[in-house]
């Protein structure tokens, strides 16, 4: 075989009578050597470069020579190619994919699949045969995923003057989502603040009548309290929002199950002042999507008008 990267070089000194069809076995002609140097100087110098490769369900990083690939597409990948045990590819992907585990041909950190973004970097070693070990996966954000159970960021949000706060990009296998809600405010006073939840990656969302089930208790200074819930076409996080100066609500939302094909469940903290710092409201409830099916978006609106400033941020565990 003509060897025309590092990774087809022989471990048997022997078996290197050729680079590139150059001839260097015993009595070749003198040129070759010189030749076969220059050959070897430039797939060294391949071997250290970049390369970019187009994501495929097999993407072939042993088809490029560098040792740096950028993926780029949106293909879902499987497969990894064949090359020799022990070769190291730095790979670094241009958009959103699947990375698809296998316990043999593509094991991934966690033993999950991979949903990429923008930026994010791997360090995947061929093990020989078509199978694949990623060793170190980190994310356009910084943060590395190491094992299962670990919090991912999925993203962050700073709300100005908007119909709604859109959640997507929930990976399947998802067993938790905790949404972070701080200094949220709507432009119209008065406001109930809503969850929805969507099954086709937020190109809708869920409002039927009776999608969801809640409950919750609300208390305010003073000891009044007050239960609310039933079925209904969103899931209700807290009333009375104001829009004035200091009315500003807090608070955090955490699902279950949202993408094991099970009923989504939920529980939710909100917290709000009113304007004149007389009022403090506590609500502490619970509620769930109905249907057995994953969820992979969710929306965040005020019933009323469009949500002023704030911000989300947005976490999940494997």
Same mark, same amino acid.
């Given at each position: ?13 022997? /078996? ?8 260097? !076995?015993?009595?070749?002609?003198? +040129? ?6 220059? #050959? /070897?100087?430039?797939?060294? !110098? +391949? ?54 585990? /296998? ?14 973004? +923008? ?7 061929? #093990? ?61 006073? *008065? ?13 809708? $969302? ?7 089930? $809640? ?8 000891? +009044? ?10 899931? $209700?996080?807290?009333? *009375? ?15 279950? /199950? ?56 947005? #976490?999940?565990?494997?």
């Amino acid at each position: 075989m003509a060897k025309t990267t590092l990774e087809q070089w022989d471990e048997t000194a022997a /078996n290197n009578s050729d680079t590139n069809s150059i001839n260097i !076995a015993e009595n070749c002609a003198a +040129a070759n050597i010189n030749n076969a140097i220059r #050959e /070897n100087m430039a797939q060294t !110098a +391949a071997w250290l470069g970049d390369d970019t490769l187009a994501s495929g369900t097999t993407t072939d990083l042993g088809s490029v020579p560098g040792r740096y690939v950028t993926v780029s597409g949106t293909t879902t990948i499987t497969g990894l190619g064949t090359i020799k045990a022990g070769t190291i590819k730095y790979v670094t992907f241009s958009g959103a994919l699947t990375l698809t585990h /296998n316990a043999t041909s593509l094991i991934l950190p966690g033993g999950a699949n991979i949903t990429t973004a +923008a930026g994010d970097a791997a360090v995947f070693v061929s #093990e020989g045969s078509g199978n694949w070990r990623c060793v170190s996966y980190s994310l356009a954000t910084g943060r590395a995923v190491v094992r299962t159970g670990d919090w991912i960021t999925l993203s962050t949000h700073t709300i100005s003057n908007q119909a709604a706060v859109s959640i997507t990009g929930i990976p399947s296998g998802a067993r938790v989502v905790k949404i972070y809600m701080t200094n949220l405010s709507p432009v119209t006073d *008065n406001q109930a603040l809503l969850l929805r939840t969507s099954t086709n990656g937020g190109s809708s $969302y869920d409002s039927g009548a009776s999608d969801y089930w $809640y409950t919750h208790l609300r208390s305010v200074t003073g000891g +009044a309290t007050s239960n609310l819930g039933g079925q209904s076409s969103a899931i $209700y996080l807290s009333g *009375n929002v104001g829009n004035a100066s200091g009315e500003l609500l807090v608070g955090t939302i955490t699902l279950m /199950n949202p993408g094991l094909g099970q009923p989504c469940m939920l529980n939710y903290e909100t917290d709000h002042v009113d304007g004149t710092g007389s009022t403090y409201y506590a609500v502490r409830g619970g509620g769930a999507r109905r249907a057995s099916t994953d969820v992979d978006a969710l929306q965040l609106t005020f019933a009323s008008g469009n949500l002023n400033t704030g911000n989300v941020t947005v #976490e999940y565990k494997l």
